[in-house]
Nanobody, 124 residues
């Protein structure tokens, strides 16, 4: 059974940095494109970043482009989200998700597996 476990969330001041990790098990990570999503209170889940199977291509939402970096280490079955220059509006629960295909996708309903999420709170 495929499992995704996020970690690395927490409370940080505006302008600070956090690194989220998503450790996967029950499958070969290199078979999946991966995405990071977030959901703030009262809002729908939105794509933050996505990466293809090899790690050679990535997508970023406009709101995080230039501040966040998605990466993956298939040998460690882990996907990362480096978040710099954090803003209060980045506050949300962050989820990683897996899509069984080579190219990344952007819509939540296209992903096959989800983690439980990790909370990120950015104070002003």
């Amino acid at each position: 059974q495929v499992q995704l476990v996020e970690s690395g969330g927490g409370l940080v001041q505006a302008g600070g940095s956090l690194r989220l990790s998503c450790v996967t098990s029950g499958h070969t990570l290199s078979s999946y494109a991966m995405g990071w999503f977030r959901q703030a209170p009262g809002k729908s889940r939105e794509i933050v970043a996505a990466i293809n199977r090899s790690g050679g291509s990535a997508y970023y939402a406009d709101s995080v482009n230039g501040r966040f970096t998605i990466s993956r280490d298939n040998a460690k079955n882990t996907v990362y989200l480096q978040m710099n220059s954090l803003k209060p509006e980045d506050t949300a629960v962050y989820y990683c998700a897996a899509h069984y295909y080579s190219d990344y996708v952007l819509r939540p309903n296209e992903y096959d597996y989800w983690g439980q999420g990790t909370m990120v709170t950015v104070s002003s």
